[in-house]
């Protein structure tokens, strides 16, 4: 198998995780949040490990709400996209466009890393000199929250812990 369609299937098959963690948050029991309590309280955690003053907190609310506009964008489309791309395996046929919707799939996905990338960056923007110390920290809980990453995850039943 070349390395092209290696990495196709590896794309697919993370989209697929993707998706379905996804519909699990979205449908899931109780429709709880991932640890930390979702975005408001992530958002209250920032401004205060940060001691963002109130023009700060104006304009991290400002670029929160406008990540979070654009990921739901990208989330929706991303979905669609997924849809149409899996739509072949109900049918038994594939479209000619596969490869297509594949492209556009990783390239939302690219978008998203982006978008909150430049979130942070502007979060880093609108600090002062004191408060850069504790923005590592903010990063990495933000980073740890996006990739639903657990302190300690319990053992794989039939696997040694």
Request: charged residues 30%; positive net charge.
């Amino acid at each position: 198998m070349s390395q092209v369609n290696v990495l196709k299937i590896l794309v697919g098959i993370l989209i697929v995780m993707n998706a379905g963690l996804i519909i699990f948050f979205f449908n899931g029991p109780g429709r709880r949040m991932p640890p930390g309590g979702g975005p408001e309280n992530f958002r209250n955690i920032v401004i205060r490990e940060l001691q963002l003053d109130d023009r700060q907190q104006e304009d991290y609310l400002r670029s929160a709400r406008a990540h979070r506009e654009g990921m739901n964008r990208l989330e929706r489309d991303q979905a669609e996209l997924t849809r149409a791309y899996f739509d072949g395996l109900k049918s038994g046929t594939q479209s000619g466009d596969h490869d297509s919707l594949l492209a556009k799939i990783q390239a939302i996905e690219a978008s998203k890393v982006e978008l909150t990338y430049r979130h942070f960056d502007e979060l880093k923007a609108i600090c002062r000199e004191d408060q850069l110390g504790h923005f590592p920290r903010i990063l990495d809980r933000a980073l740890n929250l996006m990739l639903l990453k657990r302190r300690k995850a319990p053992p794989h039943p039939g696997r040694p812990g």
